[in-house]
């Protein structure tokens, strides 16, 4: 499935830098997501988007910065991360939110490594 | 908390139908099963998802008990690249609110195909 593209693939960080992850879907959606994946736990969603206004924050420290400029691209800003943070980051989309069956496909993700 | 439960692992010889059961005895009327997987390191890939009829696509089948408490995915003819971390995921209802439209990610079952 290359309908949603992410990058970097790979990024490694101290704890003092600034980083941004950026996600694009080719597929006409209307709503986005981020998700993260830690070592051996579930996936848990972070941020939901939906034409580019933000409907869903899950409790998500405030070092993770989402920005949404338009419906085909989602930006995770990253800064002053902790270790813990490194995991595997998940960008999604689907055509809309909160109908009960909306498909969501998945981009390749970025490994983050916190140093 | 994820909806629904799954085995933890199974093996299926390459060539042989794989079947996957998963337990969603809670579902309610208007949540439809879906089923994703993950091969390591991957971002989440859909297969399939249904409602109440039992649904066939280019990869894989699908079938729900009449009662909508259990279902199984079925793999026709596994091969190797089939292993992966399969997803049983009962979809949150239409949209009521903070966190009603996330796909819950459990555990899955991990499915080894052997040569």
């Known amino acids: 499935e290359t309908g949603v593209t992410q990058t970097p693939r790979h990024l490694v960080m101290g704890m003092t830098n600034k980083k941004s992850l950026k996600c694009e879907q080719h597929l006409g959606h209307n709503a986005m997501y981020w998700y993260k994946q830690s070592a051996k736990k579930p996936l848990e969603l972070m941020f939901v988007y939906s034409l580019e206004e933000r409907v869903e924050n899950n409790s998500v420290p405030s070092r993770f910065s989402p920005e949404c400029p338009n419906s085909s691209h989602l930006f995770l800003h990253l800064h002053t991360l902790q270790p813990e943070d490194s995991a595997l980051y998940l960008c999604?989309?689907?055509?809309?939110?909160?109908?009960?069956?909306?498909?969501?496909?998945f981009g390749p993700g970025t490994r983050l490594l916190v140093l | 908390d994820a909806k629904t439960t799954q085995p933890p692992s199974m093996d299926c010889a390459e060539g042989r139908a794989a079947n996957l059961p998963c337990n969603h005895s809670t579902i309610s009327g208007n949540e439809y099963v879906y089923w994703y997987r993950q091969i390591h390191s991957q971002g989440p890939q859909y297969i399939i998802h249904g409602l109440k009829n039992n649904e066939t696509n280019e990869m894989a089948s699908l079938i729900i008990t009449e009662d909508r408490k259990s279902s199984t995915l079925i793999l026709p003819h596994a091969t190797l690249r089939d292993t992966a971390v399969y997803y049983c995921?009962?979809?949150?209802?239409?949209?009521?609110?903070?966190?009603?439209?996330?796909?819950?990610f459990g555990k899955g079952t991990k499915l080894s195909v052997i040569p």
């Open positions: 999604a989309s689907s055509q809309d939110v909160g109908q009960g069956s909306e498909t969501q496909y």
């Open positions: 995921i009962v979809s949150s209802t239409p949209y009521s609110g903070a966190g009603s439209y996330q796909l819950t």
